[in-house]
């Protein structure tokens, strides 16, 4: 997994333009929560599509940053938690042991 860290507001901007050709994810990630560091680690075993870019959020050390997340795409802040952005919009969002690598391709690959 090629993990992107999103430590800064401008790369929401970049998410929200690259999400027009290709379907970006935010990982929304505590690393002092054990339900997240499963989560993290059950997509990390799993085989990413290549039709995704994947970002990393550490929540811990960027909150205000995961709140503008939530603000920007519009869905209740959880942790952890994916968010899946296409034409610049939040398509579909999950949470906890809802985290599941075959759940995000099929999203991604809907119109």
Known sequence: MNWINLT??????????????????IF???TRCS????AKNRLERSTPPESIDFYYLDLIQ??????????????YHESPQVLLIKNGACVYDESHSGIQM???????SKV
């Open 8 to 25: 800064d507001d401008q790369q929401l901007s970049s998410i929200k333009e690259l999400s027009k050709q290709k379907a970006q994810l």
């Open 28 to 30: 929304k990630h505590s």
């Open 35 to 38: 339900i997240s560091s499963m």
């Open 62 to 75: 960027h909150r205000q940053l995961s709140q503008k997340i939530a603000e920007d795409f519009d869905v």
């Open 102 to 108: 075959d759940d995000i391709a099929e999203q991604a």
